[in-house]
Nanobody, 126 residues
Framework: QVQLVESGGGLVQAGDSLRLSCVAS????????MGWFRRAPGNGRDFVAG????????YYAGSVKGRFTISRDNAKNTVYLQMNSLKPEDTAVYYC???????????????????WGQGTQVTVSS
């Protein structure tokens, strides 16, 4: 069983930056692809970014490409989401997920993820 704990959320102004962290425990971190998703009020859980087990492949939603960067440190069992040039529409609860995939890829589909954290709130004011 893998436990995921997100941190780093908060209230910021448009144009500011935040870095989210997600620390994993209870499993072999390097065997999981990792993803960041977000849920805004009234919406479903939307894909934000994903990273393969090795970190060699990354994937982004079109709305965040060029502003957000996903990375991982397998030695620290941690995945990060660096968020720059934040916009009010980025306001959401952000979740990290772990996918027990066989390949060195990451998926954009929430149902493919096996474990989830509790989420961290990001609020961007205009």
């Amino acid at each position: 069983q893998v436990q995921l704990v997100e941190s780093g959320g908060g209230l910021v102004q448009a144009g500011d930056s935040l870095r989210l962290s997600c620390v994993a425990s209870g499993g072999t971190f390097s065997t999981y692809a990792m993803g960041w998703f977000r849920r805004a009020p009234g919406n479903g859980r939307d894909f934000v970014a994903g990273i393969s087990k090795s970190g060699g492949s990354t994937y982004y939603a079109g709305s965040v490409k060029g502003r957000f960067t996903i990375s991982r440190d397998n030695a620290k069992n941690t995945v990060y989401l660096q968020m720059n040039s934040l916009k009010p529409e980025d306001t959401a609860v952000y979740y990290c997920g772990a996918d027990r995939t066989l390949g060195d890829v990451a998926t954009t589909i929430p149902n493919n993820y096996n474990y989830w954290g509790q989420g961290t709130q990001v609020t961007v004011s205009s």
